[in-house]
C-alpha cells in the first residue's frame, strides 16, 4: 500500500488544519492507521492512532483534545484534524499502515510509511 500524506502548511497559533493520508494499491480497511510528527532537531514521535474495526483511537497526551484521527474507508484516507495549533505542533506529520491491528505507539509495529507533510505554526 502507498500513502501519501498532504494538506500541510504554515498556520498561525490557534488556528485548525486537516491532513489527509491518502493510499493506494491496497484497500487500508484492514489496516490499524498511525499519524507520527518529527519536529525539528528532534526524534520522530506518536501522535495519534485508529483500529481497523470500531474505530477505536488513541493519541498522545500532547495532542489529546485537540487532535480527532479519522478514517474512511470508502475514501481509502485516514485524516488528522488538528485544532488549537500550537508552535510546538510544527512538524513533519506522518501517516502509517500497521497490518496486525496492534494499537501500537511505536514506529517499529507500522508495515508502511508515507512521505510527511510540514505543519508550520507561528505564535
Known amino acids: 500500500v502507498q500513502l501519501q500524506a498532504s494538506g500541510g502548511g504554515l498556520v498561525q497559533a490557534g488556528d485548525s488544519l486537516r491532513l489527509p493520508c491518502a493510499a493506494s494499491?491496497?484497500?487500508?480497511?484492514?489496516?490499524?492507521m498511525g499519524w507520527f510528527r518529527q519536529a525539528p532537531g528532534k526524534e520522530p514521535e506518536f501522535v495519534a492512532v485508529?483500529?481497523?474495526?470500531?474505530?477505536?483511537?488513541n493519541y498522545a497526551d500532547s495532542v489529546k483534545g485537540r487532535f480527532t484521527i479519522a478514517r474512511d474507508n470508502a475514501e481509502n484516507t485516514v485524516y488528522l484534524q488538528m485544532n488549537s495549533l500550537k508552535p510546538e505542533d510544527t512538524a513533519v506529520y506522518f501517516c502509517?499502515?500497521?497490518?496486525?491491528?496492534?494499537?501500537?505507539?511505536?514506529?517499529?509495529?507500522?508495515?508502511?510509511w508515507g512521505q510527511g507533510t510540514l505543519v508550520t505554526v507561528s505564535s
Open positions: 502509517a499502515a500497521e497490518l496486525y491491528g496492534r494499537m501500537s505507539n511505536y514506529r517499529g509495529a507500522y508495515d508502511y
Open positions: 494499491g491496497r484497500t487500508i480497511s484492514r489496516y490499524t
Open positions: 485508529i483500529s481497523w474495526r470500531d474505530d477505536i483511537t
